[in-house]
Protein backbone atom coordinates (compact mmCIF):
# COMPACT_ATOMS: atom_id res chain seq x y z
CA UNK A 1 0.00 0.00 0.00
CA UNK A 2 1.16 3.76 -0.76
CA UNK A 3 -0.25 6.92 1.25
CA UNK A 4 -0.05 9.65 -1.02
CA UNK A 5 -0.60 13.26 0.44
CA UNK A 6 -0.94 16.35 -1.74
CA UNK A 7 -0.78 19.83 -0.91
CA UNK A 8 0.13 23.25 -2.13
CA UNK A 9 -2.73 24.03 -4.41
CA UNK A 10 -4.68 27.46 -4.00
CA UNK A 11 -5.90 30.49 -5.91
CA UNK A 12 -2.83 32.12 -7.92
CA UNK A 13 -3.67 35.30 -10.99
CA UNK A 14 -2.26 34.49 -14.44
CA UNK A 15 0.89 34.17 -14.92
CA UNK A 16 1.54 33.29 -11.34
CA UNK A 17 3.61 30.06 -9.91
CA UNK A 18 2.76 27.31 -7.67
CA UNK A 19 4.27 24.53 -6.16
CA UNK A 20 2.90 21.23 -5.10
CA UNK A 21 3.79 18.91 -3.03
CA UNK A 22 3.13 14.97 -2.72
CA UNK A 23 4.28 13.13 0.59
CA UNK A 24 4.36 9.67 0.11
CA UNK A 25 4.48 6.41 2.26
CA UNK A 26 4.23 3.03 3.01
CA UNK A 27 6.48 1.69 0.02
CA UNK A 28 10.14 2.28 -1.32
CA UNK A 29 9.77 5.52 -3.03
CA UNK A 30 12.84 5.56 -4.67
CA UNK A 31 11.46 2.34 -6.73
CA UNK A 32 8.60 4.26 -7.89
CA UNK A 33 7.65 5.94 -10.94
CA UNK A 34 5.65 8.84 -10.11
CA UNK A 35 3.37 11.39 -12.19
CA UNK A 36 1.07 13.99 -12.00
CA UNK A 37 -2.53 14.53 -13.47
CA UNK A 38 -5.17 16.65 -13.82
CA UNK A 39 -8.93 16.74 -14.01
CA UNK A 40 -10.55 19.96 -15.05
CA UNK A 41 -14.73 20.38 -14.47
CA UNK A 42 -16.19 18.32 -16.91
CA UNK A 43 -13.59 16.77 -18.85
CA UNK A 44 -11.66 13.50 -18.04
CA UNK A 45 -8.00 13.46 -16.12
CA UNK A 46 -5.11 13.60 -18.12
CA UNK A 47 -1.92 13.41 -17.77
CA UNK A 48 0.74 16.47 -16.59
CA UNK A 49 3.44 15.23 -15.97
CA UNK A 50 5.90 11.93 -14.75
CA UNK A 51 9.05 11.44 -13.63
CA UNK A 52 10.92 7.70 -13.67
CA UNK A 53 13.08 6.42 -10.86
CA UNK A 54 16.52 7.64 -12.24
CA UNK A 55 14.75 11.43 -12.35
CA UNK A 56 14.14 11.28 -16.31
CA UNK A 57 11.09 13.35 -16.81
CA UNK A 58 7.96 13.46 -19.37
CA UNK A 59 5.56 16.15 -19.80
CA UNK A 60 2.54 16.61 -21.45
CA UNK A 61 2.76 19.09 -24.53
CA UNK A 62 0.60 21.37 -22.88
CA UNK A 63 2.94 21.96 -19.71
CA UNK A 64 6.21 21.42 -21.45
CA UNK A 65 8.68 24.27 -20.41
CA UNK A 66 6.43 26.02 -18.15
CA UNK A 67 6.19 22.93 -15.66
CA UNK A 68 8.97 21.09 -13.52
CA UNK A 69 8.43 17.91 -11.96
CA UNK A 70 11.33 16.57 -9.33
CA UNK A 71 11.49 14.26 -6.30
CA UNK A 72 13.51 14.05 -3.36
CA UNK A 73 13.81 10.43 -2.56
CA UNK A 74 15.45 11.29 0.84
CA UNK A 75 11.98 13.00 1.95
CA UNK A 76 9.83 10.37 -0.05
CA UNK A 77 8.09 13.53 -1.86
CA UNK A 78 7.55 14.13 -5.37
CA UNK A 79 7.34 18.08 -6.47
CA UNK A 80 5.43 20.27 -9.28
CA UNK A 81 6.66 23.45 -9.76
CA UNK A 82 4.08 25.30 -12.01
CA UNK A 83 4.51 28.23 -13.75
CA UNK A 84 3.96 30.87 -15.57
CA UNK A 85 0.26 29.72 -15.08
CA UNK A 86 -2.82 30.04 -17.55
CA UNK A 87 -6.42 29.94 -16.66
CA UNK A 88 -6.78 26.61 -18.82
CA UNK A 89 -4.37 24.97 -16.02
CA UNK A 90 -7.06 24.91 -13.09
CA UNK A 91 -8.02 21.53 -12.18
CA UNK A 92 -7.74 19.53 -9.56
CA UNK A 93 -4.46 17.88 -9.32
CA UNK A 94 -3.84 14.29 -8.40
CA UNK A 95 -0.20 12.66 -7.23
CA UNK A 96 -0.38 8.97 -8.72
CA UNK A 97 2.73 6.40 -7.57
CA UNK A 98 2.88 3.75 -10.43
CA UNK A 99 4.51 0.57 -8.20
CA UNK A 100 3.36 -2.17 -10.74
CA UNK A 101 0.39 -2.44 -13.28
CA UNK A 102 -1.63 -3.87 -11.14
CA UNK A 103 -0.45 -1.36 -7.99
CA UNK A 104 -1.17 2.07 -9.20
CA UNK A 105 -1.83 5.00 -6.06
CA UNK A 106 -3.80 8.38 -6.24
CA UNK A 107 -3.55 11.05 -3.76
CA UNK A 108 -7.21 12.65 -3.45
CA UNK A 109 -6.14 16.15 -4.94
CA UNK A 110 -5.80 19.43 -4.65
CA UNK A 111 -7.36 22.21 -6.14
CA UNK A 112 -5.67 24.91 -8.53
CA UNK A 113 -7.42 27.68 -9.79
CA UNK A 114 -5.82 30.46 -11.75
CA UNK A 115 -8.01 33.17 -12.48
CA UNK A 116 -7.73 37.08 -11.84
Known amino acids: QVQLVESGGGLVQPGGSLRLSCAAS????????MGWYRQAPGKEREFVAQ???????YYADSVKGRFTISRDNAKNTEYLQMNSLKPEDTAVYYC??????????WGQGTQVTVSS
Open 96 to 105: NAFVSSENVY
Open 51 to 57: INTVGRA
Open 26 to 33: GSAFSRNV
